[in-house]
């Protein structure tokens, strides 16, 4: 069977090629008259200024974390690491930052074109944004099958390592370098959209009274930079490590299942028939010339399921053809069919609780009769009883995956100990969130798809384009917003279930480096203090990632009075503001502020084990993951309701734009954006960062714990 | 040694007397004039209105769920449910009750007369309010120790129990009557203080420009009423249950360590010398007759240290005498001061994060410059930040106490497993927390004092009484501000160790209880499952409490904004306002929401135990304490930031009373409302609620569960 693992390049090459494509077709398209050129390339000169800031500032940290792995590996003889590890480390966060590097580029490079194409008609525009997120996403997969098929070859034929569970445990480490690049763009990136998006908003919208996008605002091209920074260069890299993350998480458990070569195979071969499944599905995203928004809609999910529904299909045969009835194939098989319609039902939840089509939103846009705060209170609530959808979508695919993966004639016998149809439930667990994840391609490309639209509808905005232009990006960015509400539910179940996955890894991983009798039992003080710290870590890094926001957006604030107050005819568009100031304000706060939280990911995880030992490392992964899991539905949701809340009350409901209530939605939309885009998401990274940390540091954690 | 158990009447005598005292000491005060009288009287006629239709939903509540505890103890023939425990269920409950009802009763007492004595001297009315707080804190702790007391007569001389393992299993259920209605009084009182306060607020504060407790507010009889059912009588069923509930705990699991009756008796004896040291500190809480704000509180720290030094002395000799240097008697003495300390650091660091005298929240009030949102943001961001401090405590008690009281000599052993040193360990964290809350008399006085404070201020304010009047009343206010601080912070720490300590208990129940071979460790999917169903539980508890808030005091904003507009004469001060009107509302909003959440914290739990069985129940378990725990402690730390920010401007700062900043600040104010005074406070009940239901129904969970 190790002879079919090369199959991921195939996968690799196909992602990649058919972004190749996609990307042709939109840089054919024009890029709209001078102004708007002009436009494009401020963003784009901003955002690259800011990714190499940034890389360059990550390089430094990835240096210190590349030398410590390299004496811990080298100087204990590989015993406590790998030394393929520190390589692997470097290697993942090339590829995690290539991938958003790449998406930002098409990214800034589709903004104006969108908005030249949505000028000719609403479906070019649509197929525009819609191509360039398409680049990315195939950019992300492509990539992640590359670095994973490499890995493979390297350990297995390369170094030799014949035994798929020592294989199985040394590359499930590889996943630490995606992550932690990942933390950094994401947190970095959600620091420097939001900082400016606030700051923008505060003194602009509210203070003065002039639209969003307004070119005399002078914080208005570092949020359009920020957009793509964030929202796509963050996400990029974000997804990417969710998605070798929970493959790699797979691979270890699929080996330590006893399904050896097959376990491996198998994750490989329904990541790859995703790929294909989602290129068909591309293919489906497109509508007449005198679309509407809903066609619009219709057309994107004509795509997403087709790809879904394929990919359920091909993996019966599979499952069959790979692991055989004789290994509980159709146990498999619905585990992956679990992944597959709880991401889709999650993704729906999700909609239900942020979208203004349905009563939640409507009731939180209602509140806003009452004044700010009775829309922050009613936000909040809402957010945290959003939590009720996801954890129990989660809790039961956890359940049934396991339960069917790891047979379920006897099931009391399971409960009793680590059997081995334990460790096959295990994998279940784990094969569902590849499932989820297999049809990222597309997914990520709807998702993708709604910065650029909206980066077009501010290049529309500020080039002076008709009404009708704006109106027309106006609908693909709202699209967008339920689109990215659908891959953000993705996003956040994947990471519980491959969180889980790494979990029992690192479970696995300690008990054979040891012979210590290790109590993981939920009651064990260790393992309860553990939890606690977990909780606390989570809350930890959502206050400062939070603070964060809130201190680089003051520094906005202050330098937009600034220039209002000093700079003699902005308001009255004579004279351009210093675009670059806010640019390069934002760029030095998210620079700044990034570093802390990501390192506290890091040293949290290394410190409690060195004290609490293995069993309180078990602890606190089991408490980040779940209040991880918990806080970040609940930031994302309430961010997404309060933003669609505002714009339910711009389009002339309770008093429309202007209003009392108006104000007071902007407050909770300006509370709900560190939520939506900086803290909610980060914590999906967080969770798997601190377990992975923990995985390859588990080595040193063994020899030095204190407790 | 059981014949020494009724020391406990000893205990219950002395407070229930000094308490007796204190309230005759103020009810011999005046109650002033004539309008000063008739303000009280309206309060209290207010508050038992509420109290009497409150306790008329409860009853029928609880009628149900002493039914069905009847049936299921009685139909199972004491197998499932001793016959005791459905009895107990109601004793438990009426105690709760009559704890906080004599508070209350108290409290509308007091305020006028305190009024009165503060319109005399500083001095005389902090004596006033403190005695009245000391009715409260002393009946809290005798009624509790008398419930005790007699429990422990009839189990073990009328029942003729002589095992104490079985004793105290059967004991620890006792708890679960005084949990239930604590949780209905803190949520429904919390859900009538916030609705009459926000709704009060926002349309006589911020829209009608008129101050607090202005007399032609319709709203704020409403609002003084809702400070005696909210933070007098809901907190002192709060505190009767977390009293009581750790010292059961601390029986089971004493029983189980190995101890026998001692093991019962050192937390009673702790808690008799804790009466006795808490009486002896309340003789020093006096000051000078020219006292200015700085001496009272010196005063007030001077009595609850005191207390606790004494008591901390006193339980060396009480370790050494019941338990002996053969067991381990002075690990257990470690393990008490333990609690002790990390109760008073938990307070002092809750005051840290809190008091407008420190950086984060004069930091928060900086915040207000930039507007409403960036004041929500620094606040949520300060309330999550603030945990690191009290979890950190709580997991360093949590590991001392383990470790001295388990033994130190064998600490590998100890992870091992289920060995007799772990479960001696496990008493060390019980009665870390009885240590905690050995001192509860005095220290629920110095916090059962602020409300009375503050009704003395709206009924000062209201018969218009000289502007020096409501100065001094305003002092010792803002000093119940900060003692309350403390108290809420002993609260929240000792619920943290009693929900420990109450998990262990159900682990030994059950295992006692079963021949499965129940896997309780944290990788088992479903010990994961139940604690993501315990994260969602804290999660939307604290939404439907917070929702509860918001429905219920829109409907005063609605009904206040009617009075304005259709009464005339009103704002002229010609026409009283309909203040019944507001206080009936109130009545029927709590009503009316109090009853879902409090049946989610039964229920929850018994159906998570049906269908995952008792591994899912300790995941639940473990979950709900742990998210709830540092919920609790973030919404309650950035509800009083939020509330200090605001006084800190309304003092002069950032531009003052009517500022933009101002406005901004009392948006903040307003959203920690609920936080600090509904949801937080509640979810410290929730906690050792569900850990009790969980022992209660255990039987039936281990006969019926399916998986």
Redesign the interface.
């Known amino acids: 069977m190790e002879n079919y693992l090369w199959i991921g390049f195939i996968g690799a090459v196909l992602a990649l090629l058919f972004a190749a494509i996609q990307r042709k077709k939109v840089m054919s398209y024009s890029e709209g008259n001078a102004t708007m050129q002009k436009i494009a390339q401020s963003i784009r000169e901003g955002a690259n200024a800011y990714l190499k800031h940034q890389y360059s500032t990550v390089a430094k940290v990835f240096a210190v974390v590349f030398v410590v792995l390299v004496i811990i590996a080298f100087a204990s003889g590989g015993e406590m690491l790998s030394k393929f590890t520190p390589f692997a480390f470097l290697t993942g966060g090339i590829w995690s930052m290539l991938a958003g590097l790449i998406g930002m580029k098409i990214a800034t490079n589709s903004n104006a074109r969108t908005a030249q194409a949505a000028s000719e008609s609403l479906n070019r525009g649509l197929r525009v944004a819609f191509s360039s997120g398409a680049v990315m996403g195939f950019t992300v997969v492509g990539l992640g099958m590359l670095d994973i098929s490499i890995w493979l070859m390297i350990l297995h034929f390369g170094a030799g390592i014949t035994d798929p569970v020592q294989l199985g445990n040394i590359i499930v480490m590889n996943g630490i370098g995606a992550s932690f690049m990942a933390l950094f763009a994401r947190v970095g990136g959600g620091i420097y959209t939001k900082a400016a998006d ?1 700051g923008a908003d ?1 003194v602009g919208k ?1 203070e003065a009274g002039i639209p969003e996008d307004d070119p005399r605002n002078p914080a208005t091209i570092a949020d359009n930079v920020g957009d793509n920074v964030g929202d796509v260069a963050g996400m990029g890299a974000d997804l990417y490590e969710s998605y070798v993350g929970s493959i790699l998480a797979t691979f270890a458990l699929g080996a330590c299942a006893g399904y050896g070569w097959q376990g491996m195979l198998l994750p490989m071969a329904l990541a790859v028939c995703g790929i294909i499944c989602s290129i068909i599905g591309s293919f489906l995203v497109k509508t007449k010339e005198d679309a509407t928004q809903k066609s619009l809609l219709t057309s994107l999910r004509t795509g997403t399921y087709t790809a879904a529904i394929l990919s359920a299909i091909v993996a019966a045969p599979l499952c069959y053809f790979i692991l055989g009835p004789e290994n509980n194939c159709w146990g498999i098989f619905i585990a992956i069919l679990c992944g597959l319609i709880g991401g889709t039902l999650i993704g729906y939840f999700t909609e239900y609780f942020t979208s203004d089509n349905y009563k939640p939103t409507k009731k939180l846009a209602a ?1 806003s009769e ?5 829309i ?3 936000g ?6 959003s ?2 959808a996801s ?2 979508i ?2 039961v695919a ?2 049934i995956s ?2 069917a993966a790891g047979g379920t004639t006897s ?2 016998d399971e ?3 680590f059997s081995l149809s334990f460790n096959q ?2 994998y279940g ?1 784990g094969i569902a969130g590849v499932g989820m994840l297999s049809t990222l391609g597309i997914t990520l490309a709807t998702d993708a798809y709604g910065p650029v639209a909206d980066n077009a509808g501010g290049i529309a905005e500020m080039s002076g384009l008709p009404e009708e232009v704006r109106d027309r990006t106006d609908a693909l960015d709202s699209l967008g917003n339920t689109t990215a509400a659908t891959g953000k539910g993705f996003a956040i179940g994947s990471a ?1 279930l491959t969180a ?1 996955a790494l ?2 890894s690192y ?1 696995n991983i300690v008990q054979d480096r040891t012979v ?14 553990g ?6 870590l989570t ?2 890094f ?3 990632t ?2 964060s ?2 201190t680089a ?2 520094s906005i ?1 202050v330098e937009v009075r600034r220039q209002f107050r000093e700079i003699a005819g902005i308001m009255e568009g004579k004279t351009d503001p210093e675009y670059g100031k806010c640019v390069a304000l934002c760029t030095k706060g998210a620079l700044h502020e990034m570093v802390a939280p990501a390192l506290l990911a890091i040293i949290v995880p290394i410190i409690t084990g060195l004290i609490l ?1 293995p ?1 309180g490392v ?2 606190l992964l ?2 980040v993951s ?2 991880g ?2 806080m970040a539905v ?1 930031m994302s949701n309430a961010g997404g309701a309060w933003d669609n809340a505002k714009k339910y009350i711009e389009r002339g409901n309770h008093g429309g734009k202007g209003s009392e209530q108006h104000k007071a939605a ?2 909770g939309d ?2 709900g954006d ?1 939520f939506k885009d900086t803290s909610g998401p980060s914590l999906n990274i967080l969770i798997k960062l601190c377990s992975t940390v923990s995985i390859v540091f588990s080595g040193l954690v063994l020899a030095f714990h204190l ?1």
């Open positions: 606030v505060l509210v509140a009452t004044g700010a705060a009775t922050i209170i009613g909040i609530s809402l957010g945290l009883m939590t009720i954890i129990l989660v809790a956890i359940l396991y339960f099931i009391l409960m009793g100990g439930g295990l667990i519980s889980l979990l029992v479970v210590e009798n290790l109590n993981f039992t939920l009651t064990s003080p260790t393992v309860l203090v939890l606690f710290i977990g909780a606390m809350f930890v959502s206050a400062m939070m603070r926001v809130q957006a003051q604030v030992g069993t078990v602890g089991g408490g779940v209040t899991f918990a609940f902007v407050v300006t509370v560190p407790l």
